[in-house]
């Protein structure tokens, strides 16, 4: 019996499995949608959730809290509050939306892909501009 075993583990320690989940949100913010397994997902919809409710508020505190858990530049962070505001103000929870994909060919891995539930200017297109 596993007891006091909490989230996901992915066979990984401590930092190496921040360093996943925060490579994975960065990508998910710049891009607006990405394809990963279905565990990593669901492992990081929470923190995404959590990210989006501090841009809705935006106070300085929260701006360093995204700059420090996103481990990203003070530009970054600029363009992601101006970029997801208006998404984050218009919802109150369930930012993303996940479905299903086919299994991964090599290893039969379930797939799934992340994305935005209202399409959003992504970092990577106002750079574009």
């Known amino acids: 019996m596993h007891n006091k075993v909490y989230g996901r583990k992915f066979s990984r320690n401590t930092n190496s499995r921040k360093a996943l989940f925060r490579g994975l949100m960065k990508e998910l913010f710049e891009r607006g949608s990405m394809t990963t397994t279905e565990a990593k997902v669901k492992a990081i919809i929470g923190d995404v ?39 984050a103000n218009a919802r109150t929870s369930g930012y993303t939306t996940f479905y299903a994909l086919p299994p991964r060919r090599g290893d039969r891995a379930k797939m799934a892909k992340i994305s935005f539930v209202q399409p959003v200017a992504t970092a990577t297109a106002v750079e574009e501009k």
């Open 49 to 87: 959730d959590g990210i989006m409710r501090k841009i809705s508020k935006a106070t300085l505190s929260d701006y360093r809290a995204v700059a420090s858990e996103l481990a990203m530049d003070r530009e970054a962070v600029q363009k992601l509050f101006t970029n997801m505001k208006e998404l």
